[in-house]
């Protein structure tokens, strides 16, 4: 490490000495989908603990607020004898996994899940499909699908957007509304949301730049901005929400590329602090994240500076619960990379250590 990290991680370890190890699941793009782990925010280290489920390709993972139970997104083109990818629900405890059932998508190529803020709500969507669905989620279990969509517009990119590519799923900050990021048809689709029935219905949409490629959605603590990741462009559409209707709107647009830089390029995904002061997003192909100060009150993002992700293709990354420590997931790289975070300034270490984990896409703490 570097002088600079060397000094974040000693105070980090300071204060973080009397916290407890924690579980850890990743999701693996490889037969053995979810894999366990025990976090030391000590020592900034993950220790192997084996295979959690051997549900195949999984891309995505989310939890109930409480830890009780975790879902999955299994990204196969068929399942159960059709072509669909296919949502897992499981029950936690002890730290292991109990699968309870697995019911297919609407799709092929289920990339992600996402649950409502209730806990009762999860929505899928599938890359490949262009699809989404929604189930009842009942303490692990799901439902088949209750509410189904298949898109058909698409965008000018010719070799990413030859169709319609759902992938992610979120929820307003009051819960009345869900989205649907449509990487393949520069739009996230809007619905209001009856949690009682798990169906959605359409409310409207909001269109980005096209070719941009939409492809995740978060809002800020603030509970009226969002920010869109568009990963054809690596832009992010900063968006004002409204509470009254569910529409996104347009406030500015935020580059992430360096200046000069014209090769091979793929954002993704965003990281915000629970205060709302920083922001981090993550681009892929020339593999950085970049690191921002948010205006609390009105989510306005001021540039911090470009750090290495400890590897190749950042799917996801994710804070710890103290905050202290940023995971990387290098997909290409079997990796995921843990770098020091100054909790007062935002800057992240420009050195860290790395650690094995087959193809991860998702990291989730419990």
Request: proline share 6%; hydrophobic share 40%.
């Amino acid at each position: 490490m570097t002088a600079s990290a060397a000094t974040v991680v000693a105070a980090a370890s300071t204060s973080l000495a009397a916290s407890p190890k924690q579980r850890v699941f990743i999701a693996s793009g490889t037969p053995d989908g979810i894999l366990a782990y025990d976090w030391d925010p000590v020592k900034a280290e993950l220790t192997p603990a084996g295979v959690a489920s051997s549900v195949p390709s999984v891309s995505w993972i989310t939890s109930s607020t409480d830890g009780k139970y975790l879902y999955a997104a299994s990204e196969v083109d068929s399942y159960n004898g059709r072509k669909t990818g296919a949502v897992a629900g499981f029950r936690v405890e002890n730290g292991t996994l109990s699968l309870m059932n697995m019911p297919n998508s609407a799709g092929p190529g289920t990339c992600y899940v996402a649950l409502d803020h209730t806990g009762t709500v999860l929505v899928s969507a599938d890359y490949g499909g262009g699809s989404a669905a929604s189930f009842f989620a009942m303490a692990g279990s799901l439902s088949p699908a209750i509410w189904m969509q298949r898109y058909t517009v698409h965008g000018p990119n010719a070799d990413r957007q030859q169709s319609a590519h759902a992938h992610f799923a979120s929820f307003s900050p009051d819960n009345r509304f869900a989205y649907i990021n449509d990487l393949g048809g520069d739009s996230i689709h809007i619905y209001s949301l009856d949690v009682d029935t798990a169906m959605l219905k359409a409310a409207g949409s909001y269109s980005a730049q096209p070719g941009a490629g939409p492809r995740t959605l978060h809002f800020h603590p603030n509970g009226h901005t969002a920010y869109s990741v568009n990963e054809l462009n690596s832009t992010v559409d900063v968006l004002e929400w409204s509470k009254a209707d569910g529409s996104l709107a347009l406030v500015t647009r935020i580059e992430l590329l360096p200046p000069g830089y014209h090769g091979p390029t793929r954002a993704c995904d965003t990281v915000i602090t629970k205060d709302g002061r920083f922001v981090y997003f993550a681009n892929r192909d020339n593999d950085f994240l970049y690191s921002f100060k948010a205006d609390a009150t009105t989510g306005a993002l001021t540039p911090i500076a470009r750090s290495n992700c400890g590897g190749k293709t950042p799917r996801n990354f994710v804070l710890d619960p103290t905050e202290h420590w940023m995971l990387v997931a290098n997909q290409d790289s079997n990796l995921i990379s843990v770098f020091a975070r100054n909790p007062e300034t935002g800057v992240l270490a420009d050195a860290g250590k790395s650690f094995a984990a087959a193809s991860p896409m998702r990291i989730l703490f419990l």
